[in-house]
């Protein structure tokens, strides 16, 4: 097409046909490429979809995790885990936020067996 046509298109009528070629474009690529990765693209909508409902991807514990946890079930406060673990209390902190601790470990293994 050239460019006077894309003038007179609308704009979810242009998305669509961009959308179109790139999906083509990357089938050719991996056609021609083997070793690239498989593209975001195309991955399970219903497994996305169940993810964000539950709050976005589950996240798998780290050994210092599960140390800090472990901790902070036991009522530590956030400096007191950091002078054991010898990190900082700003570390400990954005665990804490990253994985949603303290955590039933129980609860937690429940969850992924369901």
């Not at 054991?84 to 700003?90: A, C, T």
């Amino acid at each position: 097409m050239n460019r006077e046509a894309y003038k007179h298109m609308n704009r979810e009528a242009y998305e669509e046909l961009y959308r179109k070629a790139w999906i083509a474009q990357n089938k050719k690529d991996r056609e021609d490429n083997p070793k690239l990765g498989p593209n975001v693209m195309f991955r399970d909508p219903k497994q996305a979809q169940e993810n964000a409902r539950k709050g976005g991807r589950p996240k798998a514990l780290t050994e210092r995790a599960k140390m800090i946890n472990r901790m902070l079930e036991k009522g530590m406060t956030l400096r007191d885990v950091a002078d054991v673990l010898g990190i900082s209390h700003q570390a400990v902190m954005q665990t804490k936020h990253r994985y949603g601790l303290p955590l039933n470990e129980k609860i937690r293994t429940d969850q992924r067996h369901n």
